[in-house]
């Protein structure tokens, strides 16, 4: 079992920076694949990006490449989500989820995650 806790929301103007951590209790946590989802009302949760466990390779869904950029720092036990250039579209519930892994495969279906966090609130005001 692995607890997952988000935090580093908040309200930003369109253009500005917020970094989201993701802090992870256990003692195999680098056995892990962790993801960022979000999900907004009205809509269904949405994949954002994925990690490797060793966090070697990542990856993005289209709409954030280049802008948000997920890392770990397995020492620490902690997931980061760097969120550069954020627009109003990007305003959600952003929650960590963590699977394991025996493979670096890329997974970005929410149904094949069992392990989530609360959820962390990010608002982007124009």
């Known amino acids: 079992q692995v607890q997952l806790v988000e935090s580093g929301g908040g309200l930003v103007q369109a253009g500005g920076s917020l970094r989201l951590s993701c802090a992870a209790s256990?003692?195999?946590?680098?056995?892990?694949?962790m993801a960022w989802f979000r999900q907004t009302p009205g809509k269904e949760r949405e994949f954002v990006a994925f990690i490797t466990r060793s966090g070697s390779s990542t990856y993005y869904t289209g709409s954030v490449k280049g802008r948000l950029t997920t890392s770990r720092d397995n020492a620490k036990n902690t997931v980061y989500l760097q969120m550069n250039s954020l627009q109003p579209e990007d305003t959600a519930v952003y929650s960590c989820?963590?699977?394991?892994?025996?493979?670096?495969?890329?997974?970005?279906?929410?149904?094949?995650?069992?392990?989530w966090g609360q959820g962390t609130q990010v608002t982007v005001s124009s």
């Open positions: 989820a963590a699977r394991l892994s025996p493979l670096d495969t890329v997974v970005i279906s929410s149904r094949n995650y069992g392990y």
């Open positions: 256990g003692r195999t946590f680098s056995n892990y694949a």
